[in-house]
């Protein structure tokens, strides 16, 4: 996986931030999955929003549901023991398990997110 560097104002390279997604049909899902990752400093925030609406197609039909959307802030060294934490977790088969990078972010917000996550590298 490729992601950009995050970027000071004077233009130093800082850790790579990004933020995962995943949504899911209980809220008390969401919850589990949130705290376990801050917990383990896997994630230093986790936003729980929703319910959302989702339409996707599954096994060959349309489908909607209400879901609780899960904003993960995080770096991109840790996304692999993300992804494992979120399916040992998650309740469905195939769950929504995406990143996007951070390409800005104010310097107090990120040196907070920086302090908050663990140090160790789990990269694959």
Known sequence: MSVRETRTRGGEVMNTFIQVMTTTD???????IARSLVEMRLAGCVQIVGPVTSVYRWKGRIETAGEWLCLIKSREDLYGAIEQSIRSLHPYETPEIIASPLT????????WLQSELTTASCED
Do not use: P
């Open 26 to 32: 209980k809220r008390e899902d969401a919850d589990r």
């Open 104 to 111: 800005a972010g104010s310097g107090e917000y990120l040196d």
